[in-house]
């Protein structure tokens, strides 16, 4: 089983997980929360309240937009998608974790044996 | 029963969120309960995992209303004019009429009134900023610091009223508890006490209202009995301890009388001025 990982790491990785999943595809929250805890099984789990302020910070800086749409059963749910900006941060978000965890690794050799 | 979510986020977020915010949030948790009740859960239970989402209403209100104030006012990132054209001035020329006077005559009445006008005109400067401001100090040091300039201004208020006699050293209470029996000193002291409980609800209403957390409310609310504990309990004792000032030291339990006397009273009477803003409000079922 994956240990969970601790809030306060989760809420600094939550802004590249959030961006690489829309990446793939415009989700809304629940289903974007719920993603990240089944991919990453289960050891980043966002709770609603960890994961709107995020959301919302993100859609401040122009990274996601939101938009209301009914599903088939006629329940609206807003989904968000990346925007062209959002698209321009995934890649040196992603090379700025990279480092991170060659320098952690290096310093307290955290990678797989 | 299925609960209303839409209007449980509306009720407890208590925030003037707009209806987009609340009808996202309701829509997750309902998607949370959905989801629970579909793998058998039973109801009460189903309630009870989406609410362990949120954990801490205020919180959560209070972070996405930072985010939203914030998003509201992204302009040119400077001060709001009222602060810039009205506020900063006028402390800047009250702090040097203030100080002016005070070399003028140390106990006149009207340096301390521009001092206490000087300080209400930044805490106003200080929420006109409050876009800019993190939570802690939105929903802690700004109620806390109003709190305790309103209980400044009402001893102030007090002294001025009821004692008139510049002789009058109203410290001297705690270390002369027979005046708590008699006279003007018990007076002036149970008029005191009676001025902590709105100086207490104005503190937990401030913090509720920036959304902060019921500790946040509590600590807001009897700030002013904490800074008193801080002075009394704390400042003095150890002031006297390295000034070898004899007096203070052979008179423990004056020490002690006072901090019970300026700080866990009045830290009572405060707190019952706080309890109507402590509550959480209830889950409402359709």
Known sequence: MTKRISSTIARGSGELAILSLLAEQPLYGFEIARQIGQRTGGALQFTLASLYPLLYEMEKRGWVEGHWQANQAGRDRRYYRLTTAGRKQLAPLREEWRSFFQALDSLAGVSHA | ?286
């Open chain 2, 1 to 286: 029963m299925k609960p209303d979510w839409t209007e449980l986020v509306r009720e407890r977020l208590a925030l003037p969120c707009t209806e987009d915010v609340v009808s996202e949030l309701a829509s997750h948790l309902e998607e949370i309960y959905a989801d629970a009740c579909a793998r058998g859960t039973s109801d009460t239970d189903a309630i009870r995992i989406a609410l362990e989402q949120v954990g801490d209403w205020q919180v959560l209100g209070g972070e996405i209303a930072r985010t939203k104030s914030e998003e509201e006012s992204m302009n040119d990132g400077t001060m709001n004019n009222r602060t810039k054209t009205v506020l900063l001035p006028a402390i800047a020329v009250l702090f040097g009429v203030g100080l002016m006077l005070l070399f003028v005559d140390r106990a006149a009445i009207l340096p301390r009134v521009v001092w206490f006008v000087c300080i209400a005109l930044l805490l106003c400067a200080a929420a006109s900023e409050a876009n800019r401001l993190n939570l802690r100090t939105k929903s802690l040091w700004l109620p806390g610091f109003v709190s305790l300039t309103a209980a400044s201004v009402l001893m102030f208020a007090e002294e001025f009223i009821l004692v008139h006699d510049p002789s009058f050293y109203f410290t001297d209470i705690s270390l002369r508890p027979s005046h708590l029996i008699s006279g003007l000193p018990r007076w002036f002291y149970i008029v005191w006490l009676l001025v902590q409980v709105p100086c207490g609800a104005l503190g937990a209403f401030l913090s509720r209202r920036s959304g902060g957390t019921r500790v946040l409310r509590i600590v807001a609310g009897a700030f002013p009995a904490l800074t008193m504990f801080f002075l009394c309990g704390l400042l003095i004792p150890i002031s006297a301890f390295f000034e070898h000032n004899t007096f203070a030291l052979s008179h423990p339990s004056g020490l002690a009388l006072g901090v019970l006397i300026w700080a866990a009273v009045p830290a009572v009477a405060m707190l019952l001025g706080a309890a109507p803003f402590l509550k959480e409000s209830t889950l409402p079922i359709a």
